[in-house]
């Protein structure tokens, strides 16, 4: 127990105590099952909770005692009491929310998965003016993203290569100190495979060096593809500990510089007149690339119907909602066996980004994001990525992988029928007044508490609730339940949000989350708050329940 004072006016103070809660009535009346009745809970008592209630079948006696050793208060004890156990339930370390182990089939084409995907990985902040680092890089490949991109430029001899967003202010960052930082992080996160997506306006002469120094850099964690064309995409698995190239040709480049120059405020008119006397690549560096790459040159349609060898397309958010309205199915089947990549339009000069589920429900792997932005959209990108142990592969729905027996594809504009419903509850949080100063949310009182909670998914899903509101109170309980009834589960991200409410101005942020619904764990689970850059909170938890009907 503590006080928090609050001076008002500067002329008197207001005292608060801050009491932590007792366990929910539904803890309670679990211990108590659990138990069978008694005071305290056995190893075995716990296994069987934890097997019954949590749905963990694959723990063991072993796994029950050792829980019961990090968690007891008091050494002598040889069981949980209720506190112990309302302790346990709060521990994000023993009772996470999520599976934290790779687990999806890995053996399948990159094809089949979703890919976390950066887009000018190398801005530090807005498209126009920003620096250019290796640090945004080094950032992206801590949180686990699978794919970096790189745009490259001669530098001002024409001699070397720089990584900059051409014809902006950009400040620019060679090439070969982004390759190094590349090297050093590509596999902190994750094993699985490294892709850096070039897009480069270079001449045949500064291609080669690239080639070199790629080489030089990377050496062996370098995959060189055994064949120019390719009809199926290796997998994950064969590609562990291995870094991949994709690009497209000069001539694709200057094709598209018009259009390009447009969406992106960049120009490419530099070096065309030389590279379209001369578009042949370098050897050295086509033999380099892994998954070819392009940009539509006629009508979009034709792009997606074209049949042979593998690749991958790009597309900008608006041409992909424009794809997705005329030609759905022709989106979809594409993406069964070709790469789609997404990114943002041109006018995101802040590094916005756009709602990602536009192109996961018609199976584009490569949604890009400006790492670098915040917001909503970009929490929904880590929420989806928080699946399958982190590792930056998520494997698609087998309905966006197969045809159906009329040759059909999924549409994510149909209405399905409920497949089933995932009923939440919130009972408290807590860790603000650890996290944070007694003055950050009110000036004169403790903070009023609010939980928004929603479903990102596809048009039938989405769906919106909230919390009534606690007012002063540091440790707020709630202790109300939702339920949100799901046509498509596998597609769905469940996403938390706490407000601080302020009957004068926008409400204050108090932490958020995202969840992918396929990978929650039921029963009562410990769930930890982000930041609005999607850095963890050292204390800031809620307690909530996840169950399926």
Same mark, same amino acid.
């Given at each position: 127990?503590?006080?928090?004072?609050?001076?008002?006016?500067?002329?008197?103070?207001? *005292?608060?105590?801050?009491?932590?809660?007792?366990?929910?009535?539904?803890?309670?009346?679990?211990?108590?099952?659990?138990?069978?009745?008694?005071?305290?809970?056995?190893?075995?008592?716990?296994?069987?909770?934890?097997?019954?209630?949590?749905?963990?079948?694959?723990?063991?006696?072993?796994?029950?005692? =050792?829980?019961?050793?990090?968690?007891?208060?008091?050494?002598?004890?040889?069981?949980?009491?209720?506190?112990?156990?309302?302790?346990?339930?709060?521990?994000?370390?023993?009772?996470?929310?999520?599976?934290?182990?790779?687990?999806?089939?890995?053996?399948?084409?990159?094809?089949?998965?979703?890919?976390?995907?950066?887009?000018?990985?190398?801005?530090?902040?807005?498209?126009?003016?920003?620096?250019?680092?290796?640090?945004?890089?080094?950032?992206?490949?801590?949180?686990?993203?699978?794919?970096?991109?790189?745009?490259?430029?001669?530098?001002?001899?024409?001699?070397?290569?720089?990584?900059?967003?051409?014809?902006?202010?950009?400040?620019?960052?060679?090439?070969?100190?982004?390759?190094?930082?590349?090297?050093?992080?590509?596999?902190?996160?994750?094993?699985?495979?490294?892709?850096?997506?070039?897009?480069?306006?270079?001449?045949?002469? &500064?291609?080669?060096?690239?080639?070199?120094?790629?080489?030089?850099?990377?050496?062996?964690?370098?995959?060189?593809?055994?064949?120019?064309?390719?009809?199926?995409?290796?997998?994950?698995?064969?590609?562990?500990?291995?870094?991949?190239?994709?690009?497209?040709?000069?001539?694709?480049?200057?094709?598209?510089?018009?259009?390009?120059?447009?969406?992106?405020?960049?120009?490419?008119?530099?070096?065309?007149?030389?590279?379209?006397?001369?578009?042949?690549?370098?050897?050295?560096?086509?033999?380099?690339?892994?998954?070819?790459?392009?940009?539509?040159?006629?009508?979009?349609?034709?792009?997606?119907?074209?049949?042979?060898?593998?690749?991958?397309?790009?597309?900008?958010?608006?041409?992909?909602?424009?794809?997705?309205?005329?030609?759905?199915?022709?989106?979809?089947?594409?993406?069964?066996?070709?790469?789609?990549?997404?990114?943002?339009?041109?006018?995101?000069?802040?590094?916005?980004?756009?709602?990602?589920?536009?192109?996961?429900?018609?199976?584009? =792997?490569?949604?890009?994001?400006?790492?670098?932005?915040?917001?909503?959209?970009?929490?929904?990108?880590?929420?989806?990525?928080?699946?399958?142990?982190?590792?930056?592969?998520?494997?698609?729905?087998?309905?966006?992988?197969?045809?159906?027996?009329?040759?059909?594809?999924?549409?994510?504009?149909?209405?399905?029928?409920?497949?089933?419903?995932?009923?939440?509850?919130?009972?408290?949080? *807590?860790?603000?007044?650890?996290?944070?100063?007694?003055?950050?949310?009110?000036?004169?009182?403790?903070?009023?508490?609010?939980?928004?909670?929603?479903?990102?998914?596809?048009?039938?899903?989405?769906?919106?609730?909230?919390?009534?509101?606690?007012?002063?109170?540091?440790?707020?309980?709630?202790?109300?339940?939702?339920?949100?009834?799901?046509?498509?589960?596998?597609?769905?991200? &469940?996403?938390?949000?706490?407000?601080?409410?302020?009957?004068?101005?926008?409400?204050?942020?108090?932490?958020?989350?995202?969840?992918?619904?396929?990978?929650?764990?039921?029963?009562?689970?410990?769930?930890?708050?982000?930041?609005?850059?999607?850095?963890?909170?050292?204390?800031?938890?809620? &307690?909530?329940?996840?169950?399926?009907?």
């Amino acid at each position: 127990m503590a006080t928090h004072n609050y001076k008002v006016f500067s002329c008197f103070n207001r *005292k608060f105590t801050i009491t932590e809660p007792k366990p929910p009535p539904d803890v309670q009346k679990a211990f108590s099952e659990f138990s069978d009745g008694a005071s305290s809970m056995s190893a075995e008592h716990l296994l069987r909770f934890l097997a019954e209630h949590q749905g963990e079948v694959d723990c063991t006696v072993s796994d029950s005692e =050792q829980i019961l050793q990090q968690s007891r208060k008091e050494d002598g004890e040889t069981g949980f009491d209720l506190h112990d156990f309302f302790h346990f339930l709060q521990e994000n370390d023993l009772n996470v929310p999520l599976k934290s182990q790779v687990h999806h089939d890995m053996n399948a084409p990159i094809s089949h998965y979703f890919i976390y995907t950066g887009h000018n990985s190398y801005l530090t902040g807005n498209q126009l003016s920003s620096d250019c680092s290796d640090a945004p890089i080094i950032k992206a490949l801590q949180r686990g993203v699978r794919v970096i991109e790189l745009d490259l430029w001669p530098n001002s001899n024409k001699d070397d290569i720089d990584v900059v967003h051409g014809r902006t202010l950009t400040t620019p960052v060679s090439l070969l100190r982004c390759l190094k930082s590349i090297k050093e992080y590509a596999f902190v996160k994750s094993q699985y495979p490294l892709v850096i997506t070039l897009e480069d306006h270079l001449t045949p002469d &500064l291609q080669a060096k690239v080639a070199k120094m790629a080489t030089q850099v990377f050496g062996e964690l370098l995959h060189y593809p055994q064949t120019d064309s390719l009809t199926e995409f290796p997998s994950p698995e064969s590609l562990k500990g291995r870094i991949l190239i994709s690009t497209k040709p000069p001539k694709e480049f200057l094709e598209s510089s018009e259009k390009e120059s447009a969406e992106e405020v960049s120009s490419l008119r530099e070096n065309a007149d030389e590279q379209r006397t001369d578009n042949k690549r370098a050897p050295e560096y086509k033999r380099l690339i892994t998954i070819h790459a392009g940009k539509p040159k006629g009508e979009i349609q034709d792009e997606l119907k074209a049949a042979g060898n593998v690749r991958r397309l790009s597309l900008s958010e608006q041409a992909l909602e424009k794809a997705s309205e005329s030609y759905g199915a022709d989106v979809v089947r594409f993406t069964h066996n070709n790469i789609l990549r997404v990114y943002p339009k041109g006018t995101r000069l802040n590094s916005s980004n756009y709602k990602p589920h536009i192109g996961w429900t018609y199976g584009a =792997q490569m949604v890009a994001f400006n790492m670098q932005g915040h917001g909503k959209s970009l929490w929904y990108m880590q929420g989806m990525f928080r699946s399958n142990g982190g590792c930056g592969y998520v494997k698609k729905p087998n309905f966006l992988i197969q045809k159906g027996p009329q040759d059909e594809v999924f549409d994510p504009k149909i209405a399905l029928p409920v497949k089933k419903t995932l009923k939440v509850k919130v009972y408290l949080g *807590k860790g603000w007044s650890l996290d944070f100063s007694p003055s950050d949310f009110d000036s004169y009182s403790p903070p009023d508490f609010y939980v928004k909670v929603c479903i990102v998914g596809v048009p039938a899903d989405m769906i919106k609730k909230k919390t009534s509101v606690i007012s002063n109170n540091w440790f707020p309980v709630w202790n109300e339940e939702f339920d949100f009834p799901l046509t498509v589960p596998e597609l769905a991200l &469940l996403g938390i949000e706490v407000r601080e409410d302020d009957k004068h101005q926008k409400d204050d942020f108090g932490g958020q989350t995202c969840l992918p619904v396929s990978e929650l764990k039921s029963g009562f689970r410990s769930v930890p708050l982000y930041d609005e850059k999607g850095d963890k909170y050292k204390s800031v938890k809620l &307690l909530m329940r996840f169950q399926f009907r």
